[in-house]
DNA sequence: AGCTGTGAACCGTTTCACAGCC
DNA sequence: GGCTGTGAAACGGTTCACAGCT
């Protein structure tokens, strides 16, 4: 065992192996390498043993690790025996195309409330969410027990929102707003910045290609 | 000036500063210091002042940058005077919520070609963009100078698309689909993984905090 | 022989701390 | 006095390399 510190971008990659182990398993495969799981993710043989070695010694010298096993063992470690209640502010393109995407249910993440301002909005029902006032959001928060949230707002209302959202008790905030949001110690945010991930990308293959002048 | 190799992390907190300092602009502050700038993007003066650094010594001691010229020089620096070309595969729900999302342009970042397999959404338009085929994409990536991509495809598809979008000359793709992309050494992938960043979120404060068991 | 688990080395990035400039 | 620019130190994470298990 080990109780240094983890690193989160050892937990992300946790539900990678996580993922491949799931196929593995659903075709029958009963033991992986961490050479052959580390060439299925992109990632080096060291990096899956220390990521891990960090949980304990599921693997067996000579032969690897037993899939149903590490299967097993990483939905314990990552709690997928536990679902989420998400809540989602701001129903525009982006945020009613999240709030019909399938892909949360499926890994545990239920949006169970969804706010916006416009008032044309609310009241209408997307997968059997009813879009509610920003004013309610404190007392459903609370009351449905909700600590994840999505933020879809424009950019100039994102600060506002995500202080009523933490005010309301919520932890963690997956932020698709441009903006650098000030928020407390305890909560966590993860910035999704499309342009910005799109224009970094760009900026490093700007030399070989071809960016047009304006 | 510096001619050391700059961190993909420095390249992406320019856009950030960049957005700070057009704020600055508009309502005419004309200087601002590393410790002001920091504290608006949530970043430590040192780290203001190093990323700055690489690009050459813009600031004046005793009373920090000149908004107006910190502003055209990271425009230059980023490349702010090109526009890019973008392609999106996969127009399904979070798809065409992006064809529609203004954000992009703003940015210089114009989706000139969308494509998809459902013959039910082909010669659709959106936003001005007709959906093809992906059996044009080809031709239509190497007529219109594409080198950067949006892939939001169900994940069984994504690397077949991949690997067509990398034959057909792209070299960035901001990959939606929760896989992991084989790619050659000379393209840049950038996955975001919508599920698996809030799961990753989520883990570290479910301690405190409060999942549901199934 | 094959593969894990893990200290140690390494590397990239951030933070410190201070000399130098305005 | 206030603030930049930057080497040096600290940190965090990844890779190496090998002892030890099966």
Known sequence: MNNKKIPEATISRLFVYLREV???????????SSSDLGERTNLSDAQ?????????????SGSGYAVGELKQSLEKILGKDKTWNVAM????????ALLTYSGFSRHGLEIVAA???DIR????????VVIKPIDDLSKIVAGKNISLSILSVPAREAQDVADILIEAGVKCILNFAPVSLNVPEHVKVKDMDLSRELETLAYFVAGKTNGKNK
């Open 22 to 32: 799931t196929e593995l398993d659903k075709v029958n495969i009963r033991t992986i």
């Open 48 to 60: 899956v043993r220390k990521d891990l070695g960090y949980f304990g010694q599921f693997g067996v």
């Open 89 to 96: 502010v701001g129903v525009g393109h982006l945020g009613s």
């Open 115 to 117: 706010f916006d301002t």
């Open 121 to 128: 909005k609310i009241g209408k029902t997307f997968e059997n």
